[in-house]
């Protein structure tokens, strides 16, 4: 058995490889997988702080560049198949914060830094001959579980960075071992939306507002949506593995409804009888683009892990998250005096797709009996998807560089209690937001040119329990 | 690494070691054009707000304010007398628009010239750098202004009027630099509409033969239906080397009052490019919340995220100068 080169302990470790008989070769194993995933999850994906930031406190350090590298529950976000390589069970607990500094004509719009617990539980075993591995991840911020918010289309607004790292990320992955150098993983990430009515109904006092008799009902719904996620790792050679994965595309859509079913006037002599008000409201609050990732993950010398990830993302299908509104009135007889304007159209934001390039690289430098030290590096460079704002929109993008570095400490035999390692990981990361300009094409707009920059500075700790 | 454990259990715990509220509202950019919302009365203050200029005996009207380094704002305004017509250009600073002014008010330039008749006003300032500050104002008699300029090299200290003045027949001058030269927007007593002028050297101006904005009778409901005038040019650099200056072109428009045979002013808004071809904001309605009473005279400056909006409005027979902010 060759071990794969992301697997980071394998020390008498014992390896369950294989597959059922009838399973037995690759392709029906992707059918298996396929149907897995495409059975229950036709709804894309959803933003989240792990899509901005990361997840872990090894991947940050080396800028992402893990869809073939991950050696820790991250696996669960950069790709799932990396859990079947896994030969104990790993509980990982950490935390991550991310501090924006995002400037407009030098002035710092004061976005909200994003930070909370970091955890995941991946638990490998084997049914016959098959070597799997069941996994669940999940990145809970501690000020914001989930903030929805839609604003004005004009409004400015920083897009990748507003609303996108304030909420959850949780996810729930199975993944195989097939033969020596292949293994698939896939899963689900789960979300929540919400969708609100108040209902109104009764009558409203007319011309005195205070003899109005309304009964108030409030519904509101969190809904629970799920989007996939999958990946596969082929061990290549004994020093080098290449990984794909996949996360699918998801708009969060906020729905709120006020309705109002009413006579108005006197109790005893209504203006309007059975009148009724109903307010639509419909805002894309969230958008995740589909994201396809290949990576490699090359063990150049035996201290030396060079990791490379390309990531393309499809910005191109993000729609204008702007509120739109229906209302519709039934006022009787007054109808005729009621002209609602038709909403207009929202504009096309335009955004393009983008393909991200990471690099991160992972040193030894202590090697032991009792203990390990790496030394963690990266780099990359996230185009922004979104196009000057020359018109009535201001999403605020620019280009974004980010380096970051970071230490591991695994130690072993640590305990009589942790027989098994002990990994400890920490990063600090820096992204630079490149200044860009923008120039409005109509002296009128209200908001006029401005330029945009910032930085993000990223801190994380965290730890791997091996058992 | 007990530490390390304890900053893991606690963060399992959901204590973070910071909490702040929602943010990314700060500090958003703005092109200053509106709308404006008129200071409000605050009795721990020593304003009168909205007004920040005022004097019982005289008439303080047509503010035109430059931005002092520390935040603060200089102010040149008419100060005329009701009694027999005559004015005089005065200059005075406020730290803030909730304060009482740090510098009082003062004179600043006086009638000297025939014609000017006993009267200068209605100052525009252009701060060419250096100390060096041009002046634009109006001389003479309402039914027969003319246009004058006067320049300091002391930052406004002293003035010397410009030996070939007048410049130019009109009323209300508004100056702006523009990249190639000035630009200066007035008002003709003969002509209705804010009428404009270029000039390369700031001294000899040609003037435009078409008003860049006109009174809009056919809106009913703009605010500016029979007059406009009180122009007030801010000039802001753009981020386009082909456009490199953006004029935001503030100015008074008249409608009728709710009354019958009164009248209501109110102060809107036309942006440009070229300075020559201004576009309409805000559809119908005036930039500043609309009166009564009625407020003129907009002098503006541009401050980060925002802007401050310096007019004039008659209130208990005297027209002061009051402030009203943007966002």
Same mark, same amino acid.
């Given at each position: 058995?060759?071990?794969?080169?992301?697997?980071?302990?394998?020390?008498?470790?014992?390896?369950?490889?294989?597959?059922?008989?009838?399973?037995?070769?690759?392709?029906?194993?992707?059918?298996?997988?396929?149907?897995?995933?495409?059975?229950?999850?036709?709804?894309?994906?959803?933003?989240?702080?792990?899509?901005?930031?990361?997840?872990?406190?090894?991947?940050?350090?080396?800028?992402?560049?893990?869809?073939?590298?991950?050696?820790?529950?991250?696996?669960?976000?950069?790709?799932?198949?990396?859990?079947?390589?896994?030969?104990?069970?790993?509980?990982?607990?950490?935390?991550?914060?991310?501090?924006?500094?995002?400037?407009?004509?030098?002035?710092?719009?004061?976005?909200? $830094?994003?930070?909370?617990?970091?955890?995941?539980?991946?638990?490998?075993?084997?049914?016959?001959?098959?070597?799997?591995?069941?996994?669940?991840?999940?990145?809970?911020?501690?000020?914001?579980?989930?903030?929805?918010?839609?604003?004005?289309?004009?409004?400015?607004?920083?897009?990748?960075?507003?609303?996108?790292?304030?909420?959850?990320?949780?996810?729930?992955?199975?993944?195989?071992?097939?033969?020596?150098?292949?293994?698939?993983?896939?899963?689900?990430?789960?979300?929540?939306?919400?969708?609100?009515?108040?209902?109104?109904?009764?009558?409203?006092?007319?011309?005195?507002?205070?003899?109005?008799?309304?009964?108030?009902?409030?519904?509101?719904?969190?809904?629970?949506?799920?989007?996939?996620?999958?990946?596969?790792?082929?061990?290549?050679?004994?020093?080098?593995?290449?990984?794909?994965?996949?996360?699918?595309?998801?708009?969060?859509?906020?729905?709120?409804?006020?309705?109002?079913?009413?006579?108005?006037?006197?109790?005893?002599?209504?203006?309007?009888?059975?009148?009724?008000?109903?307010?639509?409201?419909?805002?894309?609050?969230?958008?995740?683009?589909?994201?396809?990732?290949?990576?490699?993950?090359?063990?150049?010398?035996?201290?030396?892990?060079?990791?490379?990830?390309?990531?393309?993302?499809?910005?191109?299908?993000?729609?204008?998250?702007?509120?739109?509104?229906?209302?519709?009135?039934?006022?009787?007889?007054?109808?005729?005096?009621?002209?609602?304007?038709?909403?207009?159209?929202?504009?096309?934001?335009?955004?393009?797709?983008?393909?991200?390039?990471?690099?991160?690289?992972?040193?030894?430098?202590?090697?032991?009996?009792?203990?390990?030290?790496?030394?963690?590096?990266?780099?990359?460079?996230?185009?922004?998807?979104?196009?000057?704002?020359?018109?009535? $929109?201001?999403?605020?993008?620019?280009?974004?560089?980010?380096?970051?570095?970071?230490?591991?400490?695994?130690?072993?035999?640590?305990?009589?209690?942790?027989?098994?390692?002990?990994?400890?990981?920490?990063?600090?990361?820096?992204?630079?937001?490149?200044?860009?300009?923008?120039?409005?094409?109509?002296?009128?707009?209200?908001?006029?040119?401005?330029?945009?920059?910032?930085?993000?500075?990223?801190?994380?700790?965290?730890?791997?329990?091996?058992? | 690494?007990?530490?390390?454990?304890?900053?893991?259990?606690?963060?399992?715990?959901?204590?973070?070691?910071?909490?702040?509220?929602?943010?990314?509202?700060?500090?958003?950019?703005?092109?200053?054009?509106?709308?404006?919302? *008129?200071?409000?009365?605050?009795?721990?203050?020593?304003?009168?707000?909205?007004?920040?200029?005022?004097?019982?005996?005289?008439?303080?009207?047509?503010?035109?304010?430059?931005?002092?380094?520390?935040?603060?704002?200089?102010?040149?305004?008419?100060?005329?007398?009701?009694?027999?017509?005559?004015?005089?250009?005065?200059?005075?600073?406020?730290?803030?628009?909730?304060?009482?002014?740090?510098?009082?008010?003062?004179?600043?330039?006086?009638?000297?010239?025939?014609?000017?008749?006993?009267?200068?006003?209605?100052?525009?300032?252009?701060?060419?750098?250096?100390?060096?500050?041009?002046?634009?104002?109006?001389?003479?008699?309402?039914?027969?202004?003319?246009?004058?300029?006067?320049?300091?090299?002391?930052?406004?200290?002293?003035?010397? *009027?410009?030996?070939?003045?007048?410049?130019?027949?009109?009323?209300?001058?508004?100056?702006?630099?523009?990249?190639?030269?000035?630009?200066?927007?007035?008002?003709?007593?003969?002509?209705?509409?804010?009428?404009?002028?270029?000039?390369?050297?700031?001294?000899?101006?040609?003037?435009?033969?078409?008003?860049?904005?006109?009174?809009?009778?056919?809106?009913?409901?703009?605010?500016?239906?029979?007059?406009?005038?009180?122009?007030?040019?801010?000039?802001?650099?753009?981020?386009?080397?082909?456009?490199?200056?953006?004029?935001?072109?503030?100015?008074?428009?008249?409608?009728?009052?709710?009354?019958?045979?009164?009248?209501?002013?109110?102060?809107?808004?036309?942006?440009?490019?070229?300075?020559?071809?201004?576009?309409?904001?805000?559809?119908?309605?005036?930039?500043?919340?609309?009166?009564?009473?009625?407020?003129?005279?907009?002098?503006?400056?541009?401050?980060?995220?925002?802007?401050?909006?310096?007019?004039?409005?008659? *209130?208990?027979?005297?027209?002061?100068?009051?402030?009203?902010?943007?966002?």
């Amino acid at each position: 058995m060759r071990p794969l080169v992301n697997r980071e302990d394998a020390k008498g470790a014992k390896i369950f490889w294989g597959v059922p008989r009838l399973l037995r070769g690759p392709t029906q194993m992707v059918l298996v997988f396929a149907f897995f995933v495409s059975s229950r999850f036709n709804s894309p994906a959803l933003a989240n702080p792990v899509d901005a930031f990361g997840f872990g406190g090894r991947a940050p350090a080396m800028a992402g560049a893990q869809t073939a590298a991950a050696a820790d529950g991250s696996a669960n976000y950069y790709n799932p198949a990396l859990l079947a390589t896994f030969d104990d069970i790993r509980v990982d607990v950490g935390y991550q914060t991310a501090v924006p500094s995002l400037f407009v004509n030098g002035l710092d719009l004061r976005v909200d $830094s994003s930070r909370g617990l970091a955890v995941a539980l991946s638990s490998p075993g084997r049914i016959g001959k098959v070597h799997l591995a069941v996994s669940g991840g999940l990145f809970l911020p501690d000020q914001h579980v989930l903030r929805a918010r839609a604003i004005e289309a004009d409004k400015p607004r920083f897009a990748l960075y507003d609303n996108r790292p304030q909420r959850l990320f949780l996810g729930a992955n199975l993944a195989f071992q097939i033969g020596d150098r292949l293994a698939i993983g896939g899963g689900i990430a789960y979300m929540a939306k919400t969708v609100a009515s108040v209902d109104l109904v009764g009558r409203l006092g007319f011309p005195d507002p205070n003899d109005s008799d309304l009964a108030l009902a409030i519904d509101a719904d969190v809904k629970e949506i799920r989007y996939p996620q999958a990946g596969i790792l082929f061990h290549a050679t004994p020093w080098l593995d290449l990984g794909l994965s996949y996360r699918g595309g998801y708009k969060l859509i906020l729905e709120n409804t006020v309705r109002v079913l009413a006579d108005v006037g006197r109790e005893d002599d209504p203006v309007v009888e059975n009148g009724r008000l109903e307010l639509f409201a419909l805002a894309q609050d969230l958008f995740q683009p589909q994201q396809w990732s290949a990576g490699l993950a090359a063990r150049l010398t035996h201290r030396l892990l060079v990791a490379f990830d390309a990531s393309l993302h499809r910005w191109s299908r993000f729609e204008n998250p702007a509120t739109r509104i229906d209302l519709d009135i039934d006022a009787g007889m007054f109808n005729d005096l009621i002209d609602i304007p038709d909403t207009p159209p929202l504009p096309d934001p335009h955004y393009h797709d983008i393909v991200i390039p990471r690099l991160g690289v992972e040193l030894r430098l202590v090697e032991s009996a009792r203990r390990d030290l790496d030394l963690r590096a990266g780099y990359s460079f996230e185009p922004s998807p979104v196009p000057e704002q020359v018109g009535e $929109s201001n999403f605020i993008d620019n280009d974004k560089h980010t380096l970051s570095a970071g230490l591991g400490l695994t130690l072993r035999h640590w305990t009589d209690i942790l027989p098994r390692p002990v990994r400890l990981d920490a990063y600090g990361a820096v992204t630079l937001l490149a200044p860009r300009s923008h120039h409005k094409l109509s002296p009128v707009d209200p908001v006029g040119d401005y330029r945009s920059s910032g930085r993000l500075v990223q801190l994380g700790l965290s730890s791997t329990w091996h058992f | 690494m007990r530490a390390l454990l304890a900053i893991c259990l606690c963060a399992a715990c959901g204590v973070g070691p910071f909490d702040d509220a929602p943010g990314g509202r700060d500090n958003l950019p703005t092109r200053a054009a509106g709308p404006y919302g *008129k200071t409000e009365i605050d009795f721990d203050t020593p304003a009168d707000e909205p007004y920040v200029l005022e004097d019982i005996t005289v008439d303080l009207r047509d503010p035109a304010p430059l931005a002092r380094d520390d935040g603060g704002f200089r102010i040149w305004f008419t100060r005329g007398d009701p009694d027999d017509g005559s004015a005089a250009i005065w200059y005075a600073e406020l730290p803030d628009v909730r304060s009482v002014p740090d510098v009082p008010p003062q004179l600043a330039l006086a009638a000297s010239e025939p014609w000017e008749a006993d009267f200068v006003g209605e100052p525009s300032v252009l701060d060419l750098g250096g100390g060096h500050l041009v002046l634009y104002y109006r001389g003479g008699p309402a039914d027969a202004p003319s246009i004058g300029r006067a320049d300091s090299m002391d930052d406004g200290a002293s003035w010397q *009027k410009s030996a070939q003045n007048p410049l130019l027949d009109g009323a209300s001058p508004a100056g702006a630099l523009l990249a190639d030269g000035t630009a200066l927007y007035f008002v003709d007593p003969a002509a209705p509409g804010i009428h404009a002028a270029t000039s390369a050297d700031g001294v000899a101006f040609d003037r435009l033969p078409e008003p860049v904005i006109e009174p809009r009778p056919e809106l009913t409901d703009a605010f500016d239906t029979r007059a406009v005038f009180d122009p007030y040019a801010l000039v802001t650099a753009t981020l386009d080397d082909s456009e490199p200056v953006h004029v935001g072109l503030f100015f008074t428009g008249t409608r009728r009052g709710a009354d019958p045979g009164t009248l209501l002013d109110a102060i809107g808004y036309a942006g440009s490019y070229d300075g020559i071809t201004f576009t309409r904001f805000f559809g119908a309605e005036p930039v500043l919340e609309p009166g009564p009473p009625s407020e003129g005279g907009a002098g503006v400056i541009s401050v980060a995220a925002g802007g401050v909006l310096f007019f004039h409005e008659l *209130k208990l027979t005297r027209y002061r100068i009051g402030a009203a902010l943007h966002p």
